[in-house]
């Protein structure tokens, strides 16, 4: 089908939920710390004839003998729940045994809402095969159009798609039209993939996706997405690009063209990458949880070329966390050295859960939330490395909080470039669903820790939300050496959003919008500079890299706001950012400059971008 041309750029009719989208277009024994084993990852010899797990009400296990009719029906009634319950409580995970669901006469074609995870139970994503569609599409209203601007917390990951069903302009496609959150981790799909919605009424703006360890045929339509980070993928080509379109260890991917038509930034390898534990079923139909290895400089998809390095973990040395489970309770298993998967709900955690022994994993299913009370920092990592935290929300409360997930006491744990710790799909919220106050978001105090799809959002929307009532200084602290993110997504915070003050780090992929709600110059400056840089790396760090930042102004408040930088370094040799812009939204807001005192301003009338191909200049 004809790749859609990106729309034009206009003004918005009237404010979306987050008003920012007018410029877009389209007490157990420490172990002793070893690199994990590889292991074989075996699949079912058979389709199981009935459910093979059983984790509660929220985890939806489906099986290939099921009647289709039944899949879909209970299918689309988590949809209805889901699509638009942007703040609400429910959590799904959808879970497919390995098989094939859907035929070309008779597609299984569905929706996923908010708080829905949908994964494969296969030791490899071709173990599950869906032929038709798993979509996220655009929400549509009479204020703001119909936009995916608000397409978060949700994922797709380990299956198969082959694109049939539809009709009109959905014919034969995978939509995934998402914005921050929603990630889509180890799918191939045998079709076309678009990651905006073009076949509703317009807008049609998307903003913020996420893709790794997959394999997507033909040419992804990526339309009115602002900015995308593709990681380790394998890709048939790309098409289109609005600010921030950032590609490593991608094959397939355009070359670096940036700032022009299409500014795409391309490195050839990932630096660190680690992928993301998931559960899976092993050659008995049992229930395991599989943790790949570290991989560094590396391309293309983890698991296309043979056995996957990496160690598989048995159900039982998991605690099995349900919402009813107290902090206590959970905290008392991991001091046993037990891993820890959280089913899908909420859980309010007023101690703090402290993770002592290195190698834990810690799995969250259906965005599995926790979220602060009483101030408590729900958790940390103490000073053990090789630890996996993946698919969890974190939430401030009412009570502020000094951090939401810390990493390391601050005794700066050497770790290991071949075992780090990594946290996967990490989001976090100040804000939104209700009222919260937190000083910073993540504070990463280890060293040889990956940071791979991280959003950290001070909530412009939603309840509890205002420059005094969801108070937060920071997003993310870097004080670890040697610490990498891979997508880096971090919002509207009141001062620095991100400060780096370790050694050796490196950011490829950041995305970044400034608070809009100060109320006035005088609340938002200090000494002489105006407003706080959205990246800020520590006048003392001597080695540091970025590729591919992006920064934008909204303030909504009072559109006559300055910032006077979006990132500000120290100016040394060793401290390099390749391919870093500046927007003016909407028509509120001023960056004087890029990078400290380099790079055009954007205003209301200039919104730019303003771009900086390379700083230092060489």
């Known amino acids: 089908m004809p790749v859609p041309s990106v729309p034009p750029v206009r003004a918005p009719r009237g404010g979306t939920g987050r008003r920012r989208a007018a410029l877009l277009i389209g007490a157990a024994a420490l172990l002793v710390l070893a690199s994990p084993p590889t292991a074989a990852l075996a699949s079912p010899a058979a389709p199981p004839t009935a459910a093979p797990l059983d984790l509660g009400a929220a985890v939806h296990v489906f099986t290939p003998d099921m009647p289709k009719a039944e899949v879909q029906a209970q299918l689309d009634a988590i949809a209805q729940r889901q699509l638009g319950n942007q703040f609400g409580t429910e959590r799904d995970a959808v879970l497919f045994a390995p098989g094939t669901y859907g035929t070309a006469a008779d597609p299984l074609v569905f929706q996923v809402g908010y708080y829905t995870e949908v994964a494969g139970l296969g030791a490899s994503p071709k173990d599950v095969v869906i032929n038709g569609a798993v979509n996220v599409q655009n929400q549509c209203d009479a204020t703001s159009g119909c936009i995916a601007l608000n397409n978060f917390w949700r994922s797709l990951s380990n299956l198969t798609i082959n694109p049939l069903g539809g009709s009109g302009c959905s014919t034969n496609t995978e939509f995934w039209a998402v914005s921050q959150a929603s990630p889509m981790r180890r799918v191939v799909v045998n079709g076309t993939t678009s990651f905006m919605d073009y076949c509703s009424a317009g807008p049609q703006y998307a903003s913020g996706g996420f893709v790794a360890d997959s394999v997507l045929a033909g040419t992804p339509v990526n339309g009115s997405q602002q900015q995308f980070y593709t990681r380790n993928s394998t890709i048939g080509g790309w098409s289109n690009g609005v600010w921030n379109q950032v590609f490593s260890g991608t094959e397939g991917a355009p070359a670096t063209d940036f700032p022009s038509t299409n500014p795409y930034t391309t490195l050839a390898t990932t630096p660190v990458s680690r992928e993301k534990p998931f559960l899976y079923l092993d050659g008995r139909g049992k229930a395991r949880v599989f943790v790949p290895s570290a991989r560094t400089d590396s391309s293309g998809p983890s698991w296309t070329s043979g056995q996957q390095a990496g160690r598989s973990v048995a159900l039982d040395r998991f605690f099995i966390a349900t919402p009813k489970d107290s902090a206590r309770t959970i905290d008392r298993e991991l001091a046993r050295g037990k891993d820890l998967l959280l089913t899908p709900g909420v859980y309010s955690i007023d101690r703090t859960l402290t993770v002592r022994r290195p190698n834990t994993v810690v799995l969250g299913l259906g965005v599995a939330t926790l979220t602060s009370a009483r ?47 990594a946290l996967q799909d990490v989001f976090f919220r100040i804000g939104g669903p209700h009222a919260g106050r937190a000083t910073t978001s993540l504070v990463v105090n280890s060293d040889h820790v990956l940071l791979d799809d991280i959003w950290a959002w001070r909530a412009d929307h939603g309840e509890g939300v205002g420059w005094t009532k969801n108070t937060a200084a920071t997003g993310v602290v870097v004080n670890g050496d040697h610490v990498t993110a891979t997508g880096l997504f971090v919002e509207h915070f009141q001062r620095y959003n991100v400060i780096w003050n370790g050694e050796h780090g490196r950011t490829v992929f950041f995305q970044n919008e400034l608070p809009y709600d100060a109320p006035d110059q005088a609340a938002w400056r200090h000494g002489r500079t105006f407003g706080w840089a959205a990246y800020k790396v520590a006048d003392r760090v001597r080695t540091h890299e970025l590729w591919g930042g992006g920064s934008y102004i909204y303030t909504n408040v009072d559109p006559t706001l300055h910032a006077s930088r979006a990132f500000e370094v120290p100016q040394r040799p060793g401290v390099v950012l390749h391919d870093v812009l500046t927007v003016s939204l909407n028509k509120a807001g001023t960056i004087d400059h890029v990078v400290n005192d380099v790079g055009s301003a954007v205003t209301p009338d200039v919104q730019g971008p303003s771009t900086v191909v390379r700083y230092p200049a060489q």
């Open 375 to 421: 101030g408590a920092v729900p958790l940390k990592v103490g000073d053990v490395a090789g630890v996996d935290i993946a698919g969890i929300m974190v939430d401030a409360g009412p009570k502020n909080a000094k951090a939401m997930l810390q990493v390391g006491t601050g005794r700066h744990v050497r770790g290991a470039a071949s075992n780090p710790t």
